[in-house]
């Protein structure tokens, strides 16, 4: 106990002493010393009763309790019960203070914050760019289902998709179409979700525009290309024999060129591109097309193999899409491969049930591609070895057009590779753009193959 209290108890045990050897005293002097006694203890129990009903009934009703003047344990438990009244108050103080700072910083946000419950999906709060952004209205909104709020229905399908949902990145804000958002679903406890719209108008306009300047360059760019090379291929070597090997420098550039803006326009063309047609894709026919294209490619120099695992497991299968930009997607694939893999490698095309979907894959005996490149490799452009690439004629373009193929058919792209081994690049789709073939016994006929794979030089 500290010492303090000690000195209050002692004290107050003292008065409780004094008060009853006083009773004693007096009912002596009267001659009724127990009666006496018995008065002054009651009293003192009646007094103790009357401050515990004081303190009680203050604490009940939340009064605030003032510091006390006189010493006695009554007066130390009023100046305990002062002191943690006061830190309680102060921390309480603290506490809005912070919650009012946070609130301040989540009201200045630009980007639309929106807390919601998870279940019910009802707005809970939400900071003024929620007005300016989603259109949502206070006290209105406070409540309501936000599904309902967000008419657009790309943006109430893609809530209802919850926690699974990937960002949406590019949707028109249902106060005005001109501004375009892009949301994030953030689950951050286990009953609330937050949800962050920002304005990316501006990014998106100039996403746009560098969008049609490529297209418009290489739209540009490819008359006079054509040209150049139509007159290339009148001249004759035999007429001038030293020009011969300038001539056939000046042709492989000319089709290397032709070949980049052929690749910048179908990626401008893929860019633009919302969604993609739904036609059944015969793999019977892509296949065959993907082994002849790599033979041709390959001039014998590899060994090149085409197995369709989904005829052999007996569940012969297709898929949904667009034939012609699959195909282009697959041959970059296969060019790849052939390209990035010495003579007497081999080269299998392999196509494969997966789970409820189905997953195509280029498995290749070559270079191989260093792990840490890996992760820009899809990138425009990016090549991990840029002579190589040049001297195969490639564009640094396969790849990027590859990926963006398989976002259109909500596919994924895995990439398997060790140096000096080889390469697996493998094309995942899911159960919706999985059918089961007409005909299984299907022979592998002839795709239109519009992606002509550069010869090699
Ligand atoms: P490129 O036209 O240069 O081949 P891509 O986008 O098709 O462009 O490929 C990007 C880079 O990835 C290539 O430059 C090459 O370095 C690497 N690459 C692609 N496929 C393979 C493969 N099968 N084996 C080894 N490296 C590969």
Not at 215 to 227: G, K, M, Q
Not at 320 to 336: C, D, I, M
Not at 341 to 355: C, D, K, Q, S, V
Not at 385 to 403: C, D, F, Q, Y
């Amino acid at each position: 106990m500290p010492p303090r209290a000690r000195l209050t108890w002692t004290r107050t045990l003292g008065q409780l002493a004094a008060i009853l050897g006083g009773a004693v005293v007096v009912g002596l002097l009267v001659g009724y010393p127990w009666p006496v006694v018995t008065i002054a203890a009651l009293g003192i129990v009646a007094w103790h009763y009357a401050r515990l009903h004081d303190v009680l009934s203050r604490l009940s009703a939340g009064a605030r309790i003032r510091p006390p003047t006189g010493d006695g344990v009554w007066n130390e438990l009023d100046r305990l019960l002062h002191r943690s009244q006061s830190d309680v108050r102060a921390r309480k103080r603290r506490l809005i203070d912070m919650l009012r700072a946070y609130r301040a910083a989540a009201m200045a946000l630009p980007d639309a914050v929106v807390v919601i419950e998870r279940n019910s999906q009802r707005v809970q709060w939400f900071n003024p760019a929620g007005t300016s952004l989603l259109g949502l209205r206070y006290p209105r909104d406070v409540g309501a289902p936000l599904g309902e709020r967000l008419q657009s229905m790309s943006m109430s399908r893609w809530l209802a998709a919850g926690r699974n949902a990937e960002p949406l990145l590019d949707t028109p804000s249902p106060v005005d179409a001109n501004v375009r958002l892009s949301l994030r679903l953030i689950p951050y406890s286990d009953e609330l979700w937050l949800l962050v719209a920002r304005d990316v108008t501006k990014l998106m306009r100039l996403e746009h525009m560098r969008r049609d300047f490529v297209a418009n360059v290489s739209h540009e760019l490819r008359t006079p290309l054509t040209v150049v090379h139509g007159y290339l291929d009148l001249l004759d070597p035999a007429d001038n024999p030293e020009w011969a090997p300038m001539l056939a420098e000046m042709q492989r550039q000319s089709q290397r060129m032709t070949q980049l803006v052929e690749d910048l326009l179908t990626l401008s063309r893929l860019e633009a591109q919302e969604g993609v047609v739904d036609d059944p894709v015969s793999m019977a026919s892509m296949l065959a097309t993907l082994r002849r294209e790599a033979e041709a490619l390959s001039q014998g120099r590899h060994l090149v193999l085409c197995e369709d695992l989904t005829v052999q497991t007996g569940l012969a299968l297709d898929l949904r899409g667009s034939t012609k930009e699959l195909h282009s997607a697959f041959s970059n694939l296969v060019s790849n491969a052939v390209r990035y893999t010495p003579a007497g490698g081999t080269i299998t095309i392999r196509f494969a049930p997966e789970g409820a979907g189905a997953m195509l894959s280029v498995t290749d005996t070559g270079y191989g591609i260093p792990a840490a490149h890996l992760p820009r490799i899809t990138e425009r452009f990016y090549r991990v070895s840029t002579s190589r690439s040049r001297e195969s004629g490639g564009t640094g373009l396969g790849l990027a057009i590859v990926k963006h193929v398989l976002q259109l058919h909500g596919a994924r792209l895995s990439i398997r590779s060790e140096v000096g081994q080889g390469s697996t690049f493998a094309c995942h789709f899911a159960a919706d753009r999985v059918i089961p073939r007409d005909d299984p016994f299907d022979a592998p006929a002839e795709a239109e193959s519009r992606h002509v794979p550069v010869p090699k030089p």
